[in-house]
């Protein structure tokens, strides 16, 4: 009776069996994988009271968005113009963002809520630039703005997301103290608006600043601003800001380090002119040290042949003078690594037609041995090759020899070849290449026309990296040739040395002092390969 009535209900057990498989499999379907990356930011949908609203009186602002979004770094971006006593409260509620007042209103006065990039999607962090609500507790809204452009300074580029901001000018010396209320960021072109301001005479910053305090940092930001303040009582158009980078105005050491092959490292926050550096105790050493100097004289590596010092002290100079010192230790039982390796000038294993194997070690050589090097030539060995040691760069050699083009060149470097300080040795190492053709270098010719006469310019050829491959000093009409470069893309860069010192200047903020003009000729001065091209280059007026 029971079998009969199972076999009975089989198609309604299957049945049963085959829905629930199905319904877990559905239950189970996940959101596909993948897609496009979301790099929209939340778009506001509604807000209440309306946005530039007049007769303010409301004591909650809503603002509803179209996705999740999320309140970031509220303290160094959201802040209210002019400052409330009791800044306003924000909660995140769903998708709208509540904006309690908790301070008294002035009367007929304009407030301008700024969120800088506060406001963000919840994924993928995508910020509502910009974005402000404005609302007046009169009748009128405050209306005057100031929009203009950002470059920087060097590049005459234009400037993203630098931050401008205005203080009053009874309010300037909160600058570098606090942070604005007052700012907006540039576009992509450079260009910024500060709409919504009222009548007032102001002094007005460029910023574009590493920690995102929206507070200038000598140390690591770039600055630019007008000397001169704003007297705002019309709609302000084209007022332009230069960002640069500011020399720090005392000499600091900023990292020292006793490395682990025994050499010494110091970095320093300015570029010095005539930088000097003597080791003061143990005195001893001074005179065997050896030094290099970076090519900004902004840090130096220095190597002192005994270490036996528990500790040594060192004297940063300049022309003469000490700027600081600095000292550093050692354990006793301390142990150092030493590899002794070199860099080439090759470029993919071809060498300048137009310059010598140039070797570059890692540590000052104190002897080679000519008989551990060997030179093969299509794997025929050949002799008649020098060293010589540069007499500029206690780091380098130039392996000299007649070249020729269309062979293979070997040098063979064998174990010992080269003895550093502290007695290092080399490892074998080989060096594989052929002769760059001269077909594959052209010349500039470049006349140049100041536009003033004896005034001094500073002439840079810059590569398509935007590198600095050759700089001149210009005083009168003259004409440059620029020799054996390899074919490519070449700019010139033109800085108005003012002051003839043969450098470009920077500005400085307290000083009120602009950095010299830099002019970038704009056409692009290529250089085909066998080649020679003659150009004009006038400089215009500063």
Known sequence: MVKNRIIENLPKIFAFIFISILFY?????????????????????????????????????????????KVQNESKEFSVSPEMEKPPELKVKAKKLEISIKDTLEKNTTYTLNFGKAIADVNESNVVK??????????????????????????????????????????DTLFGKKRPSIFTTTDSSGNYSLNNLRKDTYKIYALKEKNGDKVYQQATDEIGFLKDSIVLNKPLDNVNLSLFKEDATEFRIIDKKLNTDGSITLSFNQKLKNPEVVVTDPPTLDAKKLIKFSKNNDSLKLWLKELTFDSTKLAIKENGKVLQTANLTRGKKETYTRVLSATDNLDNALLNPNKPLKLTFNFPIEGTDLTKISLLEDSVER??????????????????????????????????????????????????????SKDDYG?????????????????????????????????????????????????????????????????????????????????ELSIRANWERNETVTIPKE
């Open 25 to 69: 499999a559905c239950a189970s379907i996940q959101q596909p994988q993948g897609g496009p990356k979301d790099t929209e930011p939340p778009k506001i949908l509604k807000m209440t009271p309306k946005n530039l609203s007049v007769n303010f009186n409301a004591p909650k602002i809503v603002i509803e968005f179209n996705e999740y979004f």
């Open 383 to 436: 002799k008649g090759f020098t060293l010589v040691k540069d007499s500029t760069d206690l780091l380098s050699y130039y392996f000299r020899y007649t070249w020729k083009p269309k062979k293979t060149y070997e040098v063979k470097f064998e174990a010992g070849a080269f003895t550093a300080i502290f007695n290092a040795k080399n490892k074998e190492f080989i060096k594989t290449f052929q002769l760059a």
């Open 130 to 171: 910009n974005f402000t609500y404005v609302f007046s507790t009169g009748p009128q809204l405050d209306s005057l703005s100031i929009k203009g452009n950002v470059t920087n300074s060097v590049t005459g580029l234009p400037e993203l997301d630098a931050v401008v901001f205005i203080f009053p000018l009874q309010r």
């Open 443 to 523: 010349s500039l010719i470049v006349k140049i026309v100041p536009p003033e006469f004896k005034k001094s310019y500073i002439l840079e050829v810059l590569n398509d990296n935007k590198g600095v491959v050759n700089t001149l000093v210009i005083t009168r009409d003259t004409t440059v040739k620029f020799l054996n470069y390899r074919a490519g893309k070449y700019w010139l860069r033109i800085s108005y040395d003012t002051n003839k010192n043969g450098k470009w200047d920077t500005g400085n903020v307290k000083l009120g002092l602009q950095p010299e003009k830099i002019w970038n000729e704009p056409k």
